[in-house]
Structure formats: structure tokens, C-alpha cells
């Protein structure tokens, strides 16, 4: 503390005109500014940084302080740590790239606040899955620190590297350790979640033995299993170990361990499912594969939207676990539905996910599109010199495409200044407004610079699904809302004169039509993307509206139609199948006895959402857990449950299958 104060006191003191404004114009009892500066830095260093945030934005802003100096410097810096620690992290990370240059520059008296402030930076892009910017601005920062505050570097490198293999992530943890061992006294707290750590990686890689042990001894060091004085971090750690003991086989040790996590035992309460939980598609698209699954851990704002999201375990590389945790922030309850839930529960909640075939391998509506631009905007980028970085065509970082647009910017090149923002925008798939600003000013750029049109289409249409995500929990029939907004940018101009742009609005705009008064509108929207010969014969879009059609024919009776839109699409009944309209359940068979004894008996409630084919005479096969509160605990009941699901009797050709990838939610309540 007393370092970082000396620092920041030599950069206020070296700036006469700031410091003797300062002693000249303030009263006596008004405090300097070096003493609300102090003051703003102890509270952020006590964990404070509400009150700290009062007295650096009261700073920032203050006459006194003027940009390009290094109390600004300071200012802005300190400002980004504690915004970064109360989870602002885009607005954190704009602050601490104002003042950080001039810090960098100013010598090795503000080393200390440098490696703050790139660790704050790592923190920010791992949230935002920037995987490759966090690594670079991790190990930046453990280039300047020596002794106890590597610690906290390491394990950060080490979780952001978790699901990379190989013996780097390890080598992260096990120094993190050695180092927090090498402290005298030091906390049983930190070194539990220095083998939480390593414990983590070694379930990612399969060594569960390994695993087991180190969740053990975290267990230990945090006072074991018991049920008085539960912390978040207690939660975390035994659900690790619970983890880990399902993994070795050990069904019961893991149930019981899991019982001290509170999990699926709520009292006076049931954590249900949300109103909008998508999971991401298997296939190419995402680069998941049905085999793939992964434990996801996140936390509720009051408002019922996901506040953060990570990966805990993932069969599969960072990709996959990233791809994993992305699905979940998109996810929301009702506000209403989630405040009956107590908020300690809502701090730190896991579920099992795994991808769903819906799409059987079939590119999104939207997919083609981005496709479209990436390919125009990737070229440009590499040629205006974007570094070449190794899986960057995977890790693709948000941050770094966004710090190159802005110098392209700096250097007049508009054209690689807006395929940098466009691409910075497709590389985050969260609904947040800056995602917008970015589209926003790379159509600025691009219409200057008299851009390509498609690009400009493609941005346009991009915008729109990002600002109807954004807004649908404040709109009435956000459905409804959506489908006319999508038409109204049917038929502009530069949009019906593009046949890849035009073709994807109708379709999103098609989906979001009610199935009842919209039906004719539907049909009228399908009938024409399917007749685009614009597009090309077997273009994906065609496909895709040729699917609905061909089963509201079938809904309807017309069969020989439905045949023969199932033949203009080139796809085999399996990928017809999926967008079937599904079949109504006729009968569950459910009945008391499907409730595992041993989740009954321990009190265990929850739920699985079920992803399964069914057959042309009603019967479901293929069954698959999509996601299951809590985790591994109900998902074998389900899926025998479902094998006694019925539903009704559906037209097929061959009598195959009549609806793939048909999802139900299976309910477990105590009684």
C-alpha cells in the first residue's frame, strides 16, 4: 500500500501547474487532491471500490487534473481496476488504456500500477473470452512482479489456459502453489484455491485421480463438509470435488457431496428453468460434436439475466468450453420467477450442457451472412499488417481486433478500420451495446469510404439482430416487434437488392411470426427465399425455407406438396426431419416411482431438458440431456423416462423419422 501511495504521490508532485493550483485555490479544509487520491486508492486496496469509484470519478473530472498528465494517468488507471473488480469491464478497460501508455512511459516508478493494471486487463478479456488478449496481458504482468503477487497471476493464467493441454496450465498452477506455500502464514483460503486450480486442470485433462486429491485438500483447508458458515467459494470447491468423484465412479460419494453445495435443495424455493435457455448447435459452426459436454457455472442479476458465465469442465478445448459459457450468458428468467430464489444461490449456480443436433449440422439462418463477411473483412485485415497470432482464426480477440481498427483509424485507412470493428463485433456473441457502437461506426467508416455494399448490408442486418436481442425483455411482444422490424428492413433498397441479405431477414423475420395470425405471412415469406434463384440451387436459406414448407404442407394434410418440397431441397429425410412441426405428446407414462430413490431420499429436486428424436409412429429414440440442474443427478431418470414418452402419429415417406432434436423439460419435485 504504502508503494503504491509513494508512486502515485511522485506522479502528482512532479506537476507543478496541477499541484500549485491545488495549494493556491483550495481551502484549508478542503482536501488536496493527493489526499482524495490517497484516500480513493486505501478504499479500492480494502476490497471499497463503491467508494473509491465516488471519489475517482469526482477526480476524473476535476479542472485540476489535465489529460495527458500523469495524475491523470494515475487517475484513469486506478479508476479501470475497480471498475474491472465490479465487473464493468468494458468501460475498466477503456479507462486503464487511457492512462496506461503514459504510466508505461513514465519509468519503472509506477511498475506496481502496471502489472495492476494488465491484470485487470487480462481479467477483462477472459471475460469476454478474448483468449489470446488475456494470455498477453497476463504475462505481462507476471513479468513485472516478483514473490507473493505472482500468485494471483498465476492462477489467472492458469484458469484462462485450463482447457489448452499439454503441461503449460499445470506448470501456471504448480508455481501458483509453490508460491503461496512459500508464504509465511499463509491463508488457508489461498491455498485452497491454489489447488482448486490445479485440481481443475487436472480434471480437464483426464487425471481425475490427481484431481480428486487436490479437491480433497481444498475441501479440508476450507473446514470441510459442513453446513454451518457456507461461503460461495466452499460452494465451488466441493462442486468440484463432486465433479471429480462422479468421474472416478463413485455415484454415491459424489451425491453426497454435492448435498453440501445446497444444490437442488433450496428451501422454500425450486431453481427452475429460465424463460429463455438456448444451448448451442453441434456442428461445424460452433465446433461441438454431440459427445461434447460441460459444466457451467454462472450468476443471476436481480433483473433475472446472466451476469458472468465460465466453463468449470469441458470435454473439449477452449473453444468448446468458451462456446459452452457464451450460451449461457444469453440465457434470462423473469425477473419475478428468480427473485423467490435467495441470492446466495443465484451468486454461483451449475448446470450440465451439452449441443443440440436441432440444427443436424445445418448452418444458422444468420450463419451464411457472417460467413460473407468474414471472408471480405479477414483478407483486408491481414493485408493493412493484423497480426498473424497462433489459433487466432479460434481465440479470435475482440480487444485486439478493436486496438488495430482504431489505429487503422489513426492511420486514415478506413476500409481496414471497419473490417476491424466488423470483425470485433462478430468475435463477441453477447447482446451488449457495444457491440452496436462498433457495427455503427464501421458503417460510418464504410459508406465514407464508399465500402462494399454487402458489407455494409451484412452490417446492417447484424445491428439489427444484436438491438432486437438487446431490447426484447423491454418490449411488450418482442416477437411480434421483432417480425416487423426485420420486414421493414426487407424492403429497403440497398437490403432487396442483395439476395443473401434479404433471403436472411425474411427468414428471421418468418420465425418470429405467430404460427396462427401470421401463418399466411409465413408461408408467403418461406415461398419466396425458397424461389430466390438469385441465391443458387442448393443454397443453405433455400434449403431452410424449403423445410418449412415442406412440413406446413404436411401439418396440413398435403402431402404430395410436402414431397415434393422435400425433394427440391437435395437433403435426405434425416435433415428433413429436423424442423419438422413436432407431434403432440399423447402420454408421458410418468409416475412417482421415476424418482431416484437416492435423490428422494437425500431431498434433492431439479430438472433436465431432454433433446430426442421421434419416430413416425410416436416413439422417441436418441435421447440426449441438453442441460440438468443439478448436474449428473437426474439426467438417467429423465432419459428412461423418456423412452416411454408418446406422441402422435406423423407422415414420413419411408416412415422414418418424423421430428429430430424434439426437446421436453423433465421436472423433479419433492413432495
Known amino acids: ?30 482536501p488536496s487532491l493527493q489526499e482524495e487520491f490517497n484516500k480513493a486508492s486505501e478504499a479500492a486496496e480494502n476490497g471499497q471500490c463503491g467508494t473509491a469509484l465516488e471519489i475517482f470519478n469526482r477526480l476524473a473530472v476535476d479542472p485540476r487534473v489535465k489529460p495527458g498528465t500523469l495524475s491523470y494517468a494515475a487517475i484513469a488507471v486506478r479508476r479501470g481496476n475497480c471498475l474491472v473488480s465490479d465487473g464493468e469491464f468494458e468501460e475498466g478497460s477503456e479507462q486503464i488504456h487511457k492512462g496506461l501508455p503514459i504510466l508505461v512511459a513514465a519509468g519503472p516508478d509506477f511498475t506496481f500500477d502496471v502489472m495492476r493494471a494488465e491484470d485487470s486487463l487480462g481479467r477483462a478479456a477472459a471475460q469476454a473470452f478474448d483468449h489470446d488478449a488475456a494470455i498477453i496481458h497476463y504475462r505481462k504482468a507476471l513479468a513485472l512482479v516478483q514473490g507473493a503477487p505472482r500468485a494471483q497471476i498465476l ?59 487436490d479437491f480433497r485438500k481444498a475441501v479440508d483447508l476450507a473446514g470441510g463438509l459442513t453446513l454451518s458458515k457456507v461461503s460461495i467459494n466452499d460452494v465451488a470447491i466441493r462442486s468440484d470435488l463432486a465433479q471429480a468423484q462422479l468421474l472416478a465412479g463413485k455415484r454415491d460419494e459424489a451425491r453426497l457431496t454435492l448435498a453440501y453445495t445446497g444444490a437442488g435443495r433450496i428451501e422454500k424455493s425450486r431453481f427452475t428453468p429460465g424463460r429463455a435457455m438456448p444451448v448451442p448447435e453441434c456442428g461445424q459452426e460452433f465446433g461441438l460434436r454431440p459427445e461434447d459436454s460441460a459444466i457451467v457455472e454462472f450468476s443471476i442479476d436481480d433483473d433475472g439475466h446472466v451476469l458472468s458465465a465460465q466453463t468449470i469442465y469441458s470435454r473439449g478445448n477452449y473453444r468448446t468450453a468458451a462456446t459452452f459459457a457464451r450460451a449461457a450468458l444469453d440465457w434470462s428468467w423473469q425477473p419475478e420467477q428468480i427473485a423467490k430464489v435467495p441470492a446466495f444461490f443465484r451468486a454461483l449456480t451449475r448446470v450440465e450442457m451439452r449441443c443440440s443436433n436441432s440444427g443436424a449440422g445445418m448452418p444458422g439462418i444468420v450463419a451464411p451472412l457472417f460467413h460473407r463477411m468474414d471472408e471480405w473483412a479477414s483478407p483486408i485485415i491481414q493485408s493493412s499488417g493484423f497480426p498473424n497470432l497462433e489459433n487466432s482464426r479460434l481465440y479470435r480477440s475482440r480487444e485486439q481486433l478493436h486496438q488495430f481498427g482504431a489505429s487503422r483509424e489513426t492511420a486514415g485507412d478506413a476500409r481496414g478500420a471497419a473490417a476491424a470493428f466488423a470483425l470485433a463485433a462478430l468475435a463477441d456473441g453477447r447482446a451488449i451495446q457495444s457491440r452496436v457502437d462498433e457495427i455503427d461506426h464501421a458503417m460510418a467508416l464504410l459508406e465514407g469510404a464508399k465500402g462494399n455494399p454487402q458489407a455494409l448490408n451484412s452490417l446492417r442486418v447484424m445491428r439489427e439482430v444484436i438491438a432486437l436481442a438487446m431490447s426484447a425483455s423491454k418490449t411488450k411482444d418482442p416477437r411480434s416487434s421483432a417480425a416487423n422490424r426485420f420486414l421493414s428492413l426487407a424492403d429497403m433498397p440497398d437490403i432487396a437488392g442483395d439476395a443473401l441479405a434479404q433471403a436472411t431477414v425474411r427468414l428471421l423475420a418468418a420465425e418470429r411470426l405467430s404460427s396462427k395470425a401470421g401463418a399466411e ?28 414448407l415442406a412440413n406446413i404442407a404436411a401439418a396440413q394434410g398435403h402431402l404430395q406438396d410436402a414431397q415434393g418440397f422435400f425433394q427440391r431441397t437435395g437433403l435426405t429425410e434425416q435433415q428433413c426431419s429436423v424442423i419438422g412441426a413436432a407431434p403432440a405428446l399423447r402420454s408421458s407414462r410418468a409416475d412417482s416411482s421415476d424418482y431416484p430413490l ?23 429414440a436418441n435421447t440426449r440431456a441438453l442441460l440438468a440442474y443439478p448436474p449428473f443427478v437426474f439426467v438417467d431418470a429423465a432419459s428412461g ?21 424434439q426437446s421436453e423439460v423433465v421436472n423433479f419435485v419433492n413432495p
Open 598 to 620: 437416492e435423490a428422494l431420499h437425500m431431498g434433492f429436486e431439479g430438472w433436465v431438458k431432454l433433446e430426442f428424436d421421434i419416430s413416425a409412429d410416436g416413439k422417441t
Open 521 to 548: 405471412q409465413k408461408v408467403e415469406l418461406y415461398q419466396r427465399v425458397a424461389d430466390d434463384a438469385r441465391l443458387g440451387e442448393g443454397h443453405p436459406l433455400r434449403q431452410v425455407a424449403l423445410l418449412y
Open 155 to 213: 492462477v489467472h493464467l492458469a484458469q484462462v489456459t485450463a482447457f489448452d493441454g499439454g503441461t503449460v496450465p499445470l506448470d501456471y498452477a504448480n508455481e501458483a502453489l509453490g508460491v503461496v506455500q512459500s508464504i509465511p502464514k499463509a491463508s488457508k483460503e489461498s491455498l485452497a484455491i491454489a489447488y482448486t486450480t490445479r485440481g481443475r486442470i487436472y480434471l480437464n485433462q483426464g487425471q481425475i485421480k490427481e484431481a480428486t486429491a
Open 641 to 661: 423416462m423418456a423412452r416411454d414418452f408418446r406422441y402422435a402419429t406423423s407422415y414420413r415417406p419411408s416412415g422414418g423419422s418424423a421430428c429430430a432434436a
Open 1 to 30: 500500500m504504502r508503494l503504491k501511495s509513494a508512486c502515485l504521490s511522485i506522479a502528482l508532485a512532479i506537476l507543478p501547474a496541477a499541484t500549485a493550483w491545488a495549494a493556491d485555490a483550495a481551502p484549508a479544509a478542503k
